[in-house]
């Protein structure tokens, strides 16, 4: 059974930092594309930031470039993901969902990704 379960969100004032993470099993995700799209009310699921598998390539949003750093464990049956999230803004604020597809191409397309985390919710005050 696939799962992808995420942690770690939180209320967090402007220039604040949280850490989510994501344990995903089920799969060999570790040849899997793994990244986190966030959505907030009223807006397009968006993803913020993705890291390929076997070519260890990364992409980010441009909103959060130099804020924002994601990570991966590998291992054969599971794979944790990781994203660091520093100098929060109020922007920032949406449900983050963890999800995987079976590339090793980074695509923006949220249509694209094979499996999703329920999210995890992020609010930054100002």
């Known amino acids: 059974q696939v799962q992808l379960v995420e942690s770690g969100g939180g209320l967090v004032q402007t220039g604040g930092s949280l850490r989510l993470s994501c344990a995903a099993s089920?799969?060999?995700?570790?040849?899997?594309?793994m990244g986190w799209f966030r959505q907030a009310p009223g807006k397009e699921r968006e993803l913020v930031a993705a890291k390929s598998g076997a070519e260890d390539i990364t992409y980010y949003h441009d909103s959060v470039k130099g804020r924002f750093a994601i990570s991966r464990d590998n291992d054969k049956n599971t794979v944790s993901l990781f994203l660091e999230m520093n100098n929060l803004k109020p922007e920032d604020t949406a449900v983050y969902f963890c999800?995987?597809?079976?590339?090793?191409?980074?695509?923006?397309?949220?249509?694209?990704?094979?499996?999703w985390g329920r999210g995890t919710q992020v609010t930054v005050s100002s």
């Open positions: 999800s995987a597809r079976p590339s090793t191409v980074i695509v923006h397309s949220p249509n694209l990704y094979t499996y």
């Open positions: 089920g799969r060999t995700f570790s040849y899997y594309t």
